[in-house]
Every structure is written in C-alpha cells, then in structure tokens.
C-alpha cells in the first residue's frame, strides 16, 4: 500500500554525478539535476528544487517527473554540516507524493540551522504545503498555486476502524507540521482541506498566490529576486 498526498535529481536512464558539497570550489559551482552552488563574492548558497512527485518507498514508472527523497535527505544534512554553505534557497514546483518521505524532508528542513527560504513556482501541492513552510521564510509567486485536500491511500484498504483512525492520525500529522511552521489555524487549514464547493472529482481547495498568504500558509508573495535578498539578510544576522 502506498501513501500518497497528492522529488529524483537524475533520469532513471542515465547516470547522473553526486553532489561532494566539501568538494565545490565557491568559484565553480557544481551543478547536479535539480541542485548548485552559487557563490556571489560574500555568500554561498545551496539551490534545492523540489519537481514533479515526491517518490517514497516505491520506484515510480521512468516517464514520471520525480524527486527522490534518498536523494535529497543526505544532501539536506550535507548542507547543514557544511561550514562553506551559509544559507539554502528551496525552489518547489511538485504536485505532492509520499507523505511519510515528504514529511521526512520537510522536518528536516525544519530542523536546520542555517538560513532556508522557500519559494514556490508553478505548484506546491499537497505534501509540497509542508514542503513549502518548512522554511525560515516562505515565498510564492502570484501566478502559483497550492492544493490542499485530505490524505489519502492507493492499493488495498480494509474497511475497518482501523482504517479510519489510520487515515485520521496521519491527517493530524501533516496538520500539526502545517499549523507549527506557519501562520495559518487548524481550523482555517481543516476547512480548506475538507472543501466540498471548489473541486469537481475531489474534496479540497486550491489556493493562488494571494490567497495563499492571506490566509497565512505562505509568509510573502515575492520571485527569486526577493527570495535571495530575504535570504542574505537572515544570512547577515
């Protein structure tokens, strides 16, 4: 069974270099799928996209846009250990994925000393809302959107209590995560979760940019170029 609410830095079919982040001249940034280093002559910084699906415990099909949270987690600790690296920027354009991978990446993203700012562009669905608060700051462009809906399950589900109160305590997880690392309430994110007006085939609502930080999910509108001046300045205090 997999859990899905609804991030692979290479091609299943070709062979892709890892990130040595204690190797990389600040001069000559290392550019892997979905990751660099920039260095503008007073600060490093760690770029981290987070694509397509986040891919759990399960290999997705080889067409799938994917990011591989294997991948990802030891380039996080990486980061954090790395006296070279002063800050990290997160770019997150996902429609979601495994919960339980996506909950893993954003607590550590939570965690971490170092200044992180986030910023969505395109989507940050579903479990890419974790994602995108997890950060010291979050940003999201006007012209982005953010899906919100209840956790659920593919593959074979027993209809019993179990079931139910399976489905209600990972709800409750991804929940608290959302409401500790932004602004929003628990009952203003549960009543957008269980949405019943907005979304045809689904319960749920979508939110753009505006609304997204009206309602206190998302902490400013701003593009790449605010997201780094926000970034130096929690890099200079």
């Known amino acids: 069974m997999n859990t899905d ?3 692979n830095f290479e091609n299943e079919d070709s062979e892709s270099e890892d990130i040595h982040l204690s190797e990389n001249s600040p001069d000559h940034p290392s550019v892997s799928d979905g990751a660099v280093i920039t260095h503008n002559g007073k600060r490093t910084l760690f770029c981290l996209t987070i694509i397509g699906q986040i891919e759990g415990h399960y290999i997705l099909p080889s067409q799938n846009k994917s990011t591989k949270y294997e991948h990802v987690i030891p380039q996080i600790v990486a980061v954090e250990e790395n006296p070279d690296i002063d800050g ?37 669905h579903s479990i890419g809302v974790p994602l995108a608060v997890a950060a010291k700051h979050s940003f999201i462009v006007p012209s982005a959107t953010m899906t919100i809906h209840p956790v659920r399950l593919n593959g074979l589900i027993l209809g019993v209590p ?11 997880r991804i929940t608290n995560f959302v409401i500790a690392n932004s602004k929003i309430s628990e009952e203003s ?10 979304l045809t085939t689904d319960v749920g609502t979508v939110l753009d940019g505006e609304e997204a930080v009206k309602c206190g999910l998302i902490d400013s509108i701003g593009n790449l170029s605010d997201a780094l001046n926000y970034l130096d300045k929690l890099i200079e205090k």
């Open 189 to 198: 994110f549960m009543k957008l979760a269980m949405n019943t007006a907005e």
């Open 5 to 7: 609410y609804l991030l």
């Open 88 to 124: 990290m920027l997160i770019l997150l354009n996902t429609v979601g994925g495994d919960v339980e991978a996506g909950l893993a990446i954003a607590e550590l993203i939570a965690g971490m000393k170092k200044p992180v700012v986030s910023l969505v562009l395109g989507g940050g």
């Open 162 to 172: 179990q079931t139910i109160e399976y489905f209600r305590r990972m709800q409750k």
